[in-house]
């Protein structure tokens, strides 16, 4: 009887600890491999465009440190992604749009894929005017290619 | 005499037994595995590479700072201060390239004579994730130096990483689930390759690649033992005594150390001769035009630039699929040890060639001259463009061939053949368009003096 009652309780305590153990390792390795995923990663600020006139008329202007063209012409202004979204090279204006270097994906002026491997359209970004007054790219943001910044 | 005879032997067993650099081999090595047209030494040639790597890899660590600001004019400093560095650096490199080719010898050795039949199924399936590692090796170390080929060959390749999204985005899913985003993460730790990408990059080149290369390099080796030595034909195999069998020491000792030093040599006339290229520091505003990967890489290039889902990652991880499976797929042990399993194979082997070389130059030829889906019908839906392509055509005719050759012959050996050799053929075709007919926008020239002038 008594010999009974021990056995119960050493299987008990065996399987309590198999439990614990099973449940600190998963835990273990969960904050173990989270740690491979950085929290803070293309996190997508918005940029400061600062005056428009600086962009000159009917023309896009590559901006190197964001990899956007931006496009201005009287009325307004627009941004659009320089970054092929077929393998994230940086594109070239070419005569009838934007040309891609690596694989030759081209896009139309208006960002659409007209040839090559490209899956999706160029996405262009909201442009709008921030409290103190400066213009400003949002590339978390995406708007249709007709869209325009009224900015005069 | 006799005796005597006996008695040395039994002193050069004893030998053998108590040292820890034969222990590597069995005593006795059957003859048939010291036919040099058998082996041609290539997987002991791939360890002395592998060791190559890892002693001029160490000094390479020393010097080199893994810092987006630093990195590349330490590689700088590595080439014209360091006493030899140039020297080592070249060795290291062009060590790392003989590695990719003679990891696809190897692979073509074993495959064509049957040596993953039988007992070995277990050693082929580490011996493909050898050789991905060993691809994942120089993808890792393309990196490091920071330079314009390294930062484009990457952001390409964590983007091919990413390109589920292509399925993902027809599907219209991405937002819930995302398996290309978490891989890129994975991989670069972040959107675009920075100083995140290059210090995983470093960690997994210097520590983690080749850890568990060198872990599946013993147990690699521990199979060949386990599984009696090198494959050989049926007619050998019975041959379990001392009888066609010679005493690994001193004769394979010498045949070894003799490929060593041919090794040591080759790649050490190679870094003398020839220089590792380094570009310009990378720029991440403007992509080297053509931007093109390592060569070895070129051919799945040539692949994504028809469609980076179908071409970087459906057609590759079949490809996988296929090479893990045929030893569990295929069970014909009678065939193991013969080259080309016999005058039928090889027959088959050469009309395979014939067949995968008209079938993807006629495609090649179409896509060239008359372009893409696109250029057909504008606006034509993503889905033809991704899935109907010369990378998924290929590989869709290939298996539907080996099919049919698998009911004809009723050999899953003569269907495995045929794949094999048409998949290697198609690998070695595109890789070669890659590298030398696709100049500034992956356009096909003839040849470089073609290029336009920019």
């Known amino acids: 009887m008594f010999y009974a009652d021990l056995m119960k309780r050493r299987s008990f305590i065996g399987k309590t600890a198999l ?134 | 005499m006799e005796n005597q ?74 080439v014209n201060v360091v006493p030899g ?33 039988g007992s070995r199924s277990l050693n082929w399936v580490i011996g493909v994730v050898l050789l991905i590692i060993t691809l994942l090796s120089n993808f890792s170390g393309y990196l490091l130096p920071w330079d314009q080929l390294a930062y484009w060959a990457v952001t390409i390749g964590s983007n091919i990483a990413a390109s589920a999204r292509e399925l993902t985005d027809l599907l219209g899913i991405t937002n819930w689930f995302d398996p290309g985003g978490f891989l890129k993460k994975l991989l670069i730790g972040g959107e675009v390759v920075g100083q995140p990408a290059l210090s995983r990059f470093f ?36 041959d379990k005594g001392p009888e066609n069998k010679w005493l690994a020491w001193p004769v394979l000792m010498w045949t070894e150390l003799g490929l060593l030093l041919m090794v040591v040599v080759v790649v050490l006339f190679a870094a003398l001769v020839a220089d590792a290229p380094l570009l310009e520091q990378a720029n991440p505003a403007f992509p080297e035009n053509p931007a093109k990967s390592p060569w070895y890489f070129l051919g799945i290039q040539e692949l994504v630039s028809y469609s980076a889902f179908s071409g970087g990652l459906l057609v590759p991880l079949l490809y996988l699929v296929f090479l893990f499976s045929i030893p569990y797929r295929d069970r014909e042990d009678r065939f193991v040890g013969e080259w080309f399993s016999g005058k039928k194979g090889l027959r088959l082997v050469g009309r395979s060639a014939l067949f995968a070389f008209v079938l993807v130059l006629i495609q090649l030829i179409v896509t060239i001259r008359f372009g893409g889906l696109r250029n057909w019908f504008p606006g034509i839906s993503q889905w033809f463009v991704m899935l109907i392509n010369p ?64």
């Open chain 2, 5 to 78: 005879d006996i008695q040395d032997k039994k002193q050069r067993v004893g030998i053998i037994t108590r040292n820890f650099f034969l222990h590597i081999h069995a005593s006795r090595v059957h003859v048939h595995s010291m036919k040099p047209t058998y082996t041609f030494g290539l997987g002991i040639i791939l360890g002395f590479l592998f060791l190559v790597m890892v002693f001029t890899g160490v000094i390479l660590i020393i010097y080199y700072t893994p810092s987006v600001e630093t990195a590349y004019q330490s590689v700088k400093d590595i």
């Open chain 1, 19 to 152: 439990v614990l153990v099973t449940a600190t390792g998963a835990l273990a390795a969960i904050s173990y491999l989270r740690q491979f995923f950085p929290r803070l990663a293309g996190e997508k600020q918005r940029i400061a465009l600062g005056d428009p006139r600086m962009f000159p008329v009917d023309t896009y202007t590559f901006l190197e440190e964001y990899n956007l063209y931006i496009y201005r012409d009287h009325e307004g202004i627009k941004a659009v992604s320089a970054v092929c979204t077929h393998l994230g090279c940086i594109l070239e204006k070419s005569i009838e749009g934007f040309e891609c270097p690596c694989h030759g994906s081209c896009y139309n002026d208006q960002g659409q894929v007209l040839s090559g491997p490209a899956p999706r359209d160029l996405t262009w970004y909201r442009v709008s005017r921030a409290a103190d007054g400066k213009i400003v790219v949002d590339p978390g943001s995406s708007v249709p290619a007709t869209d325009k910044f009224l900015s005069s």
């Open chain 2, 391 to 454: 990378a998924t055509i290929t590989a869709g005719l290939f298996m539907l061939v080996a099919e049919w050759i698998r009911r004809r012959t009723r050999s899953t050996r003569m269907a495995a053949l045929v794949l094999f050799t048409c998949t290697l053929l198609a690998l070695v075709i595109f890789t070669v368009v890659g590298i030398w007919f696709r100049g500034p926008n992956w356009e096909f020239y003839w040849s470089v003096n073609q290029w336009p002038l920019f």
């Open chain 2, 85 to 117: 560095g140039r020297i080592i650096r070249n060795m290291h490199r062009w060590a790392s390239q003989g590695m990719i080719i003679v990891v696809f010898l190897h692979l073509v050795r074993v495959f064509y004579t049957g040596s993953y039949l």
């Open chain 2, 203 to 238: 960690a997994l080149h210097v520590i983690f690649l080749p850890l568990t290369m060198l872990v599946l390099m013993g147990i690699h080796f521990w199979r060949i033992r386990k599984d009696g030595g090198l494959s050989r034909p049926v007619k050998y195999a019975s």
